[in-house]
């Protein structure tokens, strides 16, 4: 049974549609909290709770007696070489003032408590005792099929991604992921990676043999002008927070994205790392989740929810992608230990990892507050 989306949801979900379908355009401001209280029967605090969502993933602006005001941009902004929104608009800083505060303490991990041993403990215990010589098999290439699908179950149930099985591929951590990604996208790809960005992305790509072109951030990710100019076959982004420079990108830069991906045979690399902490109260909207089947590759790990010390990374393929993946770096054997697998797919399935994640984000709610 499908569990009923609370009011501030439904409120959110229906301006967010007219929005972005461009019934209500950029620029155009909102009825008033009383109004749009009054129109659909609601409370004010319901309606405070849906315009600050909105607010927060950068479809509106809410200014002091001046109302909320739409900012997202629908449409090809690439085609607007003359204008760069991201640098005349509220930053992604600006819109998660509260959860950029946080956020801080995130990449730091001074907020952070341990994944409990008692229960990694516990799960191991169990996951030994049920599979016994289970454990001594040769995993699938791609992964076991069970922990693929609890990777699959948490990904709707929290991501806002609905995928099957067999389009989730796992690796030794997300760096091994970037290089069999240049495998089967092909060496002679122009990748464009954020500047700055996590060095090692860099650092694998530059091994791996591509050309790469740094593509500066603006205050909202990859500066459009950027964008235009850019020869990249690939871009690789990381929109949720990039590292190391706290980068957030908001609804328009995550189409601005989608716009490129529309010229050619372009792919884009989602890295979705640290998303589990985000503040809000539904899940943020990936790339991915945007992108309606296009060749968006979705990457994340377990590296920071769990322990650095577990290297277990997975990735979700488009369905155009995923007969090239097989083909060309298929053959290759999954380099995550089948314990590891059973014992993540475990913690998944029994809701252990997420009632981790949920003590996490109450202490980084309350470090934000105080």
């Not at 053959?331 to 990892?353: K, R």
Request: aromatic share 8%; glycine share 8%; proline share 5%.
């Amino acid at each position: 049974m499908k569990r009923q989306l609370p009011k501030y949801r439904i409120l959110y979900d229906k301006l967010r549609q007219e929005i972005t379908s461009g019934s209500l355009p950029s620029g155009r401001k909102l009825p008033s909290k009383r109004t749009l209280a009054a129109t659909y029967g609601l409370s004010l605090v319901t309606v405070e709770h849906a315009l600050e969502l909105l607010e927060q993933e950068g479809y509106v602006a809410s200014r002091e007696r001046s109302g909320v005001t739409v900012i997202y941009r629908a449409g090809e902004v690439l085609k607007t070489a003359d204008k760069f929104p991201e640098e005349n608009s509220p930053s992604g800083a600006d819109r998660r003032a509260p959860q950029g505060k946080t956020g801080q303490a995130a990449l730091s991990g001074e907020s952070f408590p341990p994944f409990p041993i008692s229960v990694l403990s516990k799960t191991a215990r169990k996951v030994i005792s049920e599979q016994e010589s289970g454990l001594l098999v040769k995993s699938p290439n791609e992964g076991l099929h069970r922990f693929r699908t609890a990777i699959s179950d948490y990904l709707d149930r929290n991501r806002g991604i609905r995928v099957t099985p067999d389009e989730i591929f796992i690796g030794s951590g997300a760096e091994y992921l970037y290089g069999l990604i240049v495998e089967a996208l092909g060496p002679e790809k122009t990748f464009g990676i954020e500047d700055p960005s996590y060095e090692k992305i860099r650092l694998v790509y530059e091994r791996k043999g591509v050309k790469i072109e740094a593509l500066k951030l603006g205050k909202d990710g990859i500066r459009t002008e950027e964008l235009i100019r850019s020869k990249a076959d690939v871009l690789h982004i990381s929109p949720f927070r990039s590292f190391p420079s706290g980068v957030t990108a908001g609804a328009s830069k995550k189409q601005e994205y989608l716009d490129w991906l529309k010229k050619g045979k372009r792919v884009i690399v989602e890295d979705d790392f640290e998303s589990e902490f985000s503040l809000l109260r539904k899940p943020e909207d990936t790339v991915y989740a945007l992108s309606a089947g296009r060749n968006v590759i979705y990457l994340n790990s377990f590296s920071r929810t769990i322990s650095p010390a577990l290297r277990v990374g997975y990735m979700v393929l488009p369905k155009a992608l995923t007969g090239v993946f097989r083909k060309r770096v298929g053959f290759y054997s999954c380099t995550v230990p089948v314990f590891e697998q059973l014992l993540i797919a475990e913690l998944l399935e029994s809701g252990d990892f997420e009632r981790h994640l949920n003590r996490i984000r109450r202490n980084l709610r309350k470090a934000g507050e105080s």
